[in-house]
């Protein structure tokens, strides 16, 4: 199939319905138009039909994004995150979809899980005894316009879909407290937190392995976004250094931080995407322990203020923090995102730890609490069939009304059909997820 038609595909009303049905509906969010999801689902087919029509005319015009700020601890500037309108947000995973479809032979979209194995099964070859880490400055700020769309039109020629591709990176994130301005067109950069971010980012990138691999042979590249880290020689390492920071500047306008883009020998092990890599072994950066200490005490915290609204959502909130869990067949929480570590202290720790907080925040500790240790085992050799894990899947409509009433105190429940049940349940769920999420970010 050609891009064209991929691109009318992903904008057919059956194909917006989907998205909208499978993936937005319980965690859409709130853009500068201060439309909430209800209101928007009320309307959701005047707003696909407005979506389509101004599509395919090249006509779509965004609203300004509603800028978020996420800490990256003292003395570091806050992550900027772009959040659209309901509306948009449905407008861009529609062409998220078409991206995909149009670059699936161009460009890859691993999974952490998937290049944190690849990793370590490098390093189990003992080949490599060095590295090349590079951090780039500034990346999503720094894309440059003109060679992004140049790279997108190598596979996309309609001029509707590059339009869209245009208004979607150059219209501004802005504070609600800035109140109506004149609204600035961004000539660089692609707004952070946007479904297509970080398919951008891999289409801005995907030759980039090729080229310094067409320079440097017996070398094991690996890229998450902008996260990059070579296995090579170490006797080679600071020249592979030198060639990845002159390639990033001359053919792709990016600068690599001079400090934290660094060379050097495995013995000393490599931080990278939360763990820390060393030539026979995996384990977790000890600054993704403390931010998950810190969290789960925060929680008891809450709980011991009443701060939090009923002691089954504590211990709901809890387990959720200890294990995880999975929801439409994806996987959420930390245990997950660190199921390849090598080493188990820490879980046993963190199990200690929660044990200390119940007695020192007196809490009552509850009858069949998750642990860290028993939930690493679950995961690693029994995750398809567990009883043990938070599995949303396997939960009945009486399970998730047992849950939306005992641990949410939610009671209409008189006359609600299953499927009103069941979006309820998803939507505090997946409320739920981004707490889950926010334990492991400015994992690199």
Same mark, same amino acid.
């Given at each position: ?26 965690? $859409? ?50 992550? /900027?995150?772009?959040v ?6 449905? +407008? ?6 078409f ?23 490098? $390093? ?5 005894n060095? #590295? ?25 020629r ?45 289409i801005?990138? +995907? ?27 170490a ?21 690599a ?17 939360g763990? /820390? ?60 995102y ?33 642990? #860290? /240790? ?45 499927e ?25």
């Amino acid at each position: 199939m050609k891009a064209y038609q991929h691109f009318y595909q992903a904008f057919s009303k059956e194909s917006l319905n989907r998205i909208y049905n499978e993936k937005l509906q319980y965690h $859409l969010p709130v853009g500068l138009d201060n439309i909430i999801p209800d209101v928007f689902r009320d309307h959701i087919d005047n707003n696909i039909d407005t979506i389509i029509r101004k599509v395919l005319k090249g006509s779509y015009h965004f609203t300004r994004y509603r800028e978020v700020l996420i800490s990256k601890g003292k003395g570091k500037p806050p992550r /900027v995150i772009s959040v659209p309108t309901s509306r948009d947000s449905l +407008a861009l995973a529609a062409y998220l979809a078409f991206l995909q479809n149009t670059f699936d032979k161009d460009i890859k979209e691993p999974l952490l899980h998937t290049i944190i194995g690849d990793i370590t099964n490098a $390093l189990r070859e003992s080949r490599y005894n060095g #590295f090349v880490k590079a951090d780039i400055r500034h990346f999503y700020a720094s894309i440059d316009h003109r060679l992004l769309l140049s790279k997108v039109k190598r596979r996309i020629r309609k001029k509707e879909a590059i339009q869209f591709l245009k208004s979607a990176i150059s219209t501004e994130t802005r504070s609600r407290v800035h109140g109506e301005a004149n609204h600035s067109i961004q000539s660089t950069g692609v707004p952070e937190g946007l479904s297509i971010s970080n398919i951008l980012a891999d289409i801005y990138l +995907a030759d980039l392995e090729s080229r310094i691999c067409s320079i440097h042979s017996n070398i094991r590249f690996f890229r998450f976004v902008d996260d990059i880290i070579i296995l090579c020689d170490a006797d080679e390492a600071e020249g592979i250094k030198d060639t990845l920071i002159e390639v990033l500047k001359r053919e792709y306008q990016l600068e690599a931080h001079p400090e934290k883009t660094v060379a050097g020998n495995l013995v000393a092990g490599v931080p990278y995407l939360g763990y /820390v890599f060393y030539k026979n072994r995996i384990c977790i950066r000890s600054e993704a322990i403390q931010k998950l200490e810190y969290s789960i005490e925060e929680l008891f915290r809450k709980q011991y203020h009443n701060k939090i609204a009923s002691y089954g959502l504590f211990v709901w909130k809890l387990n959720l923090r200890i294990v995880g869990c999975i929801l439409e067949d994806k996987k959420y929480g930390w245990l997950f995102y660190y199921s390849q570590m090598d080493d188990l202290t820490p879980l046993y720790h963190l199990d200690w730890l929660i044990k200390k907080f119940f007695a020192r925040y007196n809490i009552k500790k509850p009858d069949g609490l998750k642990t #860290f /240790v028993r939930g690493y085992h679950e995961i690693t050799k029994n995750v398809s069939h567990s009883t043990y894990l938070i599995n949303a899947n396997f939960f009945s409509s009486e399970e998730k009304r047992k849950v939306l009433e005992d641990v949410y105190l939610r009671r209409e429940f008189e006359n609600i059909p299953d499927e009103t049940i069941d979006v309820w349940f998803k939507q505090m769920l997946f409320r739920e997820i981004k707490y889950l999420e926010h334990d492991i970010q400015s994992f690199s």
